[in-house]
C-alpha cells in the first residue's frame, strides 16, 4: 500500500501503513527508491534504508537519485565512490550518462576504476558527452575496455573527429581484433586517416587486412595511393585487394590492382570465380584463366557459372564434359542438381559416367527433380551406386512411388546390404510393396532378415498376409518374426507367429526375455516356461475346479 500512495499521491504515507523500509518490490525497489523516482525530492527520515543496499540492478539510492534528480544526492545518502552497481558502475559513471557534466569532486574516484566492460570515466564521458574529457579524469592513453579500445579509438567511433593530442597512442596499437586507429577512422568516418595515425601499409589486423582491404570494404571507392600495398598481399582467407573489390564494389578492379589470374584464396577460388559468385555475369576479359583450373573442390568456372547463374556458360569457359570436381561431379549432374532441367545438348556426356558416389545423371535427376529421366539419360537397370542402390532403388527412397516400368530390374537384386526393392518399399513407403516386386518369402538380406521382419521393425504392425513365412525362421542373430514383433511392435505376438517358447535366439534369449526388455511387464502365461508356468498351470485348474463346484 505504501508504494502505491508514493506513486499515486505522492505525499507521505500515514503511519499505520508504513512497513519495513529494507521491504523490496518486483524491481527490488524500496520504498525510499519509489520515492526518488516518483516525489524527487528527500524521502521521509522514517523510510530512510541502508545506503549501499540496492534494487535488483545493484543501483543505489544516491544512484536513483543522480538518475532521477539528476543533483548532487543529498549528504546522508552518499556512500563508497568506488561502490559500483551490478555492472560495476559508479556514482561518477551514472553522473556522467545520465547528468552529463563534470561529477561533484566529492564523488570522483581513482581514474583507472573501470566498469564490468572495463570503461573507465573518460571513456563513459567520450561516449556520452563527446568532448574533451577534464584533465583530472585522464589516464595512459594504452589502457583499454574489453573490446580492447583506447580512448582514442572510442573517441573516433563516438566524436568521429580526429582524438585530442593528448589521447593519441601507438599508431600500430589495436583492439581485440587487432584494428588500430587508423582502420577504426576508415570504419567511422569514412576519409583519409589523419598523417599521424597513418601507418605501414602492410600492417593488418588480426584477420591480416590491411587499411586498403577495409577502405575497399567500408568507404568502396579505389584506396588513396598512399594506402595501396603489393597487389598479391592478401588477408587471413588468402584474399586479395582485387577479391575484395569484386565482394564489395562489384565492378572490374583498377589496373593497378590486379595479379595473376590463377592466383587463390583459401576456397581455392581465383578473381573469376569469386566475380561469377559475386557479379553473375561474363569476367572481365583479362580475369579469365585456363578453363580446367579448379577450387579447392575441384569446381570450375562453368561449374560455378551453373551454380550462381544457372544459365549455359559462355562458350569460351565451357571444358570436356567428362570433366568433375573432387567429387567426379560432372558440368551436366552440376546442372541436374542446380538447374534442375535437362542439360543443354553440348553437355550431355556418356550416360553411364558417374561421380565418386557411383552416381550418374539418371540418379541425380531421381534424387533432385523426382520425375522420369529423358530416355537419352537412361542405362542398364542394374547398374548400382556406391551404395548398392540401383536406380529403382533411388526412385522408391526419393519418389515414393511404383518406380516406371522401364526401370524394373529383377526383383531379387540386393543392394549392398542385400536389400531388395520390396524391402525398399517397406522401409520408404510403409504400404505393401506392388504385386511385381515381390519375391520369395524367406529371402533375407545380408543380416538374412525377411521382408516380413522389415516390415515389423518399419511399420510394427502384423505383416500382410502374403509375406508371413513359418514361425521358426530367423535371422542371422537366431531372431525370429515373434521376438522382432515383440521388440518392435511391443505387443503380443499373433498366434501364428507364435513358436515353441524355449527356442533361443543367438544371445539366448527367448521370447520371453525380449518380453522383458522392450515390454519391461510380465509375460503372457503361454510364453512362460519351467516350474513358474506349472504354477500358473496349477493355479488355473484349482480355479476353474472351484469354479466348477460353485
Known amino acids: 500500500m505504501v508504494m502505491h500512495w ?18 523490496k518490490n518486483l524491481d527490488g525497489f524500496t520504498s525510499a527508491m519509489i520515492w526518488i523516482k516518483e516525489v524527487k525530492t528527500d524521502p521521509p527520515e522514517w523510510m530512510r534504508h541502508g545506503i549501499t543496499l540496492g534494487d535488483k540492478n545493484g543501483s543505489t539510492m544516491a544512484m536513483h537519485w543522480i538518475k532521477e534528480v539528476k543533483t548532487d544526492p543529498p549528504e546522508w545518502m552518499r556512500h563508497d565512490i568506488t561502490l559500483g552497481d551490478k555492472k560495476e558502475k559508479t556514482m561518477a559513471m551514472h553522473w556522467i550518462e545520465l547528468v552529463r557534466i563534470e561529477p561533484p569532486e566529492w564523488m570522483r574516484h581513482c581514474n583507472i576504476l573501470s566498469d564490468k566492460d572495463k570503461c573507465t570515466m573518460v571513456m563513459h564521458w567520450i561516449k556520452e558527452i563527446k568532448t574533451d574529457p577534464p584533465e583530472w579524469m585522464r589516464h595512459d592513453i594504452s589502457l583499454k575496455n574489453l573490446d580492447g579500445f583506447t580512448s582514442a579509438m572510442i573517441w573516433i567511433k563516438e566524436v568521429k573527429t580526429d582524438p585530442p593530442e593528448w ?6 596499437l589495436g583492439d581485440k581484433n587487432g584494428s588500430t586507429m587508423a582502420m577504426h577512422w576508415i570504419k567511422e568516418v569514412k576519409t583519409d586517416p589523419p598523417e599521424w595515425m597513418r601507418h605501414d601499409i602492410t600492417l593488418g589486423d588480426k584477420k591480416r587486412k590491411t587499411m586498403a582491404m577495409h577502405w575497399i570494404e567500408l568507404v568502396r571507392i579505389e584506396p588513396p595511393e598512399w594506402m595501396r600495398h603489393c597487389n598479391i598481399l592478401s588477408d587471413k582467407d588468402k584474399c586479395t585487394m582485387v577479391m575484395h573489390w569484386i565482394k564489395e564494389i562489384k565492378t572490374d578492379p583498377p589496373e593497378w590492382m590486379r595479379h595473376d589470374i590463377s592466383l587463390k584464396n583459401l576456397d581455392g577460388f581465383t578473381s573469376a570465380m569469386i566475380w561469377i559468385k559475386e557479379v553473375k ?35 569460351w569457359m565451357r571444358h570436356d564434359i567428362t570433366l568433375g570436381d573432387k567429387k567426379e561431379k560432372t558440368m551436366a549432374m552440376h546442372w541436374i542438381e542446380l538447374v534442375r532441367i535437362e542439360p543443354p545438348e553440348w553437355m550431355r556426356h556418356c550416360n553411364i559416367l558417374s561421380d565418386k558416389d557411383k552416381c550418374t545423371m539418371v540418379m541425380h535427376w531421381i534424387k533432385e527433380i523426382k520425375t522420369d529421366p ?21 526412385w522408391i527412397k526419393e519418389v515414393k512411388t511404383d518406380p516406371p516400368e522401364w526401370m524394373r530390374h529383377g526383383i531379387t537384386l540386393g543392394d549392398k546390404n542385400g536389400s531388395t526393392m520390396a524391402m525398399h518399399w517397406i522401409k520408404e513407403v510403409k504400404t505393401d510393396p506392388p504385386e511385381w516386386m515381390r519375391h520369395d518369402i524367406t529371402l533375407g538380406d545380408k543380416k538374412e532378415k525377411t521382408m516380413a521382419m522389415h516390415w515389423i521393425e518399419l511399420v510394427r504392425i502384423e505383416p500382410p498376409e502374403w509375406m508371413r513365412h513359418d514361425s521358426t525362421l530367423s535371422d542371422q542373430d537366431g531372431a525370429t518374426l515373434a521376438m522382432h514383433y515383440i521388440r518392435y511392435a511391443k505387443a503380443e505376438p499373433p498366434e501364428w507367429m507364435r513358436h515353441e517358447v524355449k527356442l533361443r535366439d543367438k544371445r539366448k534369449r527367448r521370447m520371453a526375455d525380449y518380453w522383458k526388455t522392450s515390454i519391461k511387464t510380465r509375460p503372457p502365461r503361454w510364453m512362460q516356461t519351467g516350474f513358474k508356468k506349472k504354477i500358473y498351470d496349477f493355479l488355473a485348474h484349482v480355479l476353474l475346479f472351484l469354479l466348477g463346484l460353485s
Open 6 to 23: 508514493i506513486k499515486e499521491i505522492k505525499t507521505d504515507p500515514p503511519e499505520w501503513m508504513r512497513h519495513d523500509i529494507s521491504l
Open 167 to 172: 589521447m593519441r597512442h601507438g599508431i600500430t
Open 281 to 315: 555475369t561474363d569476367p572481365p576479359e583479362w580475369m579469365r584463366h585456363g578453363i580446367t583450373l579448379g577450387d579447392k573442390n575441384g569446381s570450375t568456372m562453368a561449374m560455378h557459372w551453373i551454380k550462381e547463374v544457372k544459365t549455359d556458360p559462355p562458350e
Open 374 to 394: 529423358p530416355e537419352w539419360m537412361r542405362h542398364d537397370i542394374s547398374l548400382k551406386n556406391l551404395d548398392g542402390f540401383t536406380s529403382a532403388m533411388i
